[in-house]
C-alpha cells in the first residue's frame, strides 16, 4: 500500500481526459467509473462503466501513450493511483509483489481483449455484414439482418450508436426509393402521354404529295419537335380551286398545352383554307376563333401562303412570324419584307394585311419557324438569319428537299451537342418550271 497514492473523486469530475498523457494506472475501490468516447461532430458516447474491485488504465505502467478515452466519475468514488515509476520501485524491493501484479494485468488485459472481441468487434462485424446485405438487397425491407441490427440498436454504446444510424439510413433509404418509384411512375405516365400527344401531333402534318401533285408543285417540309410534344406546326395541300396552300406556325410555350393550341390552330386553318381565299382573311377568322376561349392566354405566330402553279404568284400574310424568303435558282436569297401584324389569339381586332408577289420560275419559297434562326450551340450562339444565307449560297438549288436539307444541315452541325431549345421547323415551296 506504500506504493499506491489515494485518489476521491466528485459526482461528475473527470479522471483523465482523452489524449491526456498516461503514467499510472487505478484500483477502484468504492463507487462507479463511467468510460466515454468523446468525437469531434458526433458528441459522446458512453463505451462502459467500472465499478469497486475493476482498475482501469493498465497499459500505463508499461508504455506512455495519450489515453484513449475519458473517465469520470458517475458518483462518489474512491480509488488507489499506482504510476510506472512506482512499479518500478516495487520490481526492484517486492519481486514477487511485482510478479504477482504483472500478472493481474495480463488478466485484466485479456479481459479487455476479450470484451473487445464480444462486445464490439462482433457486434460490429454482426453490423457491417448487415450493411453489406441492405446494399445487396438493393435497400429493401428483406434480404439483411434487420431485427439484428434492431437488437444492437438498443445498446447505448457507440455500437448501438452505428446500430442507431444504420436503423435510420435504411428507413429513410426505403422512404426515398418508395417515393423515388412513385415519382418515376407519376414521370412515365407524364411521357407516356406525351408520347401519345406527339402521335397526334404527327397525324395532323400533311400526307406527302401524291406523284401527280408533285408534277404541279415542289414541297418539301421538316418538324423536329423539341419534347415529344411541339408547338410548331405546317401544312401543305391543294385547294379546290387549283391553288396550293401552305402555313408555317409556332405557339408559345411548350409542353401538352402549347401542342393542345397546336391542334385546335391547325384544325381551324386546314378547316377555314378550303373556303376562303385571302390570306388576311383566313388569319382573321382563325385569329378570332383562338381569341374566344384562350383561358391559357397562349398565342400562336403564323405565316400563311396561298400559291397559284399557273402564274407563280403568291399571296401572304404574316402573324408575327419570321420573314418568309425567296430563293433563286443559283441560292441568292430575299426577305419577303411587309407588314407583320400581331401572333393569333391575342387581340381580337386585330388586321392582317395581304401581301403579293410573283415566284419565277425555279425560285423557291422558304417559309420557317423561329426555332431555325434561333438555335443555339453550346455557348448560347443563336444561328441567326445571315447564317440561312450562308449555307444557301453558292452551287444551284435543284429541288426544294434541297433547299430544306441544306438549313436543317446547317441548323444541326450549329447546335452539335447542345440540347435543343426549342421547335425546329421549315417548308420549301418551288416553281417548276
Known amino acids: 500500500m506504500e506504493s ?20 499510472a494506472m487505478f484500483l477502484i475501490e468504492s463507487g462507479v467509473l463511467a468510460v466515454v468516447l468523446e468525437v469531434e461532430g458526433a458528441g459522446r458516447s458512453e463505451l462502459r462503466r467500472l465499478g469497486a474491485g475493476q482498475s482501469l488504465g493498465e497499459m500505463a505502467l508499461y508504455r506512455s501513450e495519450p ?19 512506482k512499479l518500478r520501485e516495487v520490481e526492484a524491493r517486492h519481486p514477487h509483489l511485482a510478479i504477482a501484479l504483472h500478472r493481474h494485468v495480463a488478466s485484466l488485459l485479456a479481459e479487455r481483449v476479450s470484451f473487445s472481441n464480444v462486445e464490439l468487434k462482433q457486434p460490429l462485424a454482426r453490423l457491417a455484414h448487415a450493411l453489406r446485405g441492405l446494399a445487396t438487397s438493393d435497400f429493401s425491407g428483406t434480404g439483411w439482418d434487420r431485427s439484428g441490427v434492431a437488437q444492437e440498436a438498443r445498446r447505448s454504446d457507440e455500437v448501438g450508436a452505428v446500430a442507431q444510424a444504420m436503423e435510420f439510413l ?55 419537335p423539341a419534347r415529344e410534344a411541339g408547338g410548331d406546326l405546317y401544312d401543305g395541300f ?23 393550341f397546336m391542334a385546335l390552330a391547325a384544325m381551324a386553318v386546314r378547316t377555314l383554307a378550303r373556303k376562303l381565299s385571302d390570306p388576311g382573311e383566313l388569319l382573321a377568322q382563325v385569329n378570332l376563333l383562338l381569341c374566344e376561349r384562350n383561358e391559357t392566354l397562349q398565342f400562336v405566330t403564323a405565316c400563311a401562303v396561298f400559291f397559284d402553279p399557273a402564274n407563280g404568284e403568291l399571296t401572304w400574310a404574316n402573324a408575327g412570324h419570321p420573314l418568309a424568303a425567296v430563293i433563286s435558282a443559283t441560292g441568292s436569297l430575299t426577305w419577303l419584307e411587309g407588314p407583320r401584324a400581331a401572333p393569333l389569339g391575342v387581340f381580337e381586332e386585330t388586321q392582317f394585311v395581304t401581301q403579293r408577289h410573283v415566284l419565277a420560275s425555279h425560285e423557291t419559297l422558304l417559309v420557317y419557324s423561329d426555332g431555325v434562326s434561333e438555335s443555339m450551340d453550346a455557348q448560347s450562339t443563336l444561328f441567326g438569319s445571315e447564317r440561312i444565307q450562308e449555307c444557301l449560297a453558292g452551287g444551284t438549288i435543284t429541288d426544294s428537299a434541297q433547299t430544306v436539307e441544306r438549313v436543317v444541315a446547317a441548323v444541326l452541325a450549329h447546335q452539335a451537342d447542345a440540347p435543343q431549345a426549342d421547335d425546329i421547323t421549315l417548308v420549301a415551296l418551288r416553281r417548276m418550271p
Open 4 to 23: 499506491l497514492e489515494a485518489v476521491s473523486l466528485t459526482p461528475g469530475e473527470v479522471l483523465f481526459r482523452e489524449s491526456d498523457a498516461a503514467d
Open 67 to 85: 489515453r484513449t478515452a475519458t473517465v469520470e466519475a458517475v458518483g462518489e468514488v474512491k480509488l488507489w493511483r499506482l504510476t510506472a515509476a
Open 170 to 224: 435504411a428507413t429513410h433509404l426505403q422512404e426515398h426509393i418508395a417515393a423515388l418509384r412513385q415519382q418515376t411512375a407519376a414521370r412515365e405516365a407524364i411521357e407516356s402521354e406525351l408520347r401519345i400527344a406527339g402521335e397526334i401531333q404527327s397525324s395532323l402534318l400533311p400526307p406527302p404529295l401524291s406523284a401527280a401533285e408533285r408534277q404541279r408543285v415542289d414541297f418539301s417540309a421538316f418538324i423536329k
Open 238 to 260: 391543294f385547294l379546290p380551286d387549283g391553288r396550293f396552300f401552305t402555313l408555317v406556325g409556332d405557339v408559345s410555350g411548350k409542353g401538352v398545352s402549347a401542342a393542345v
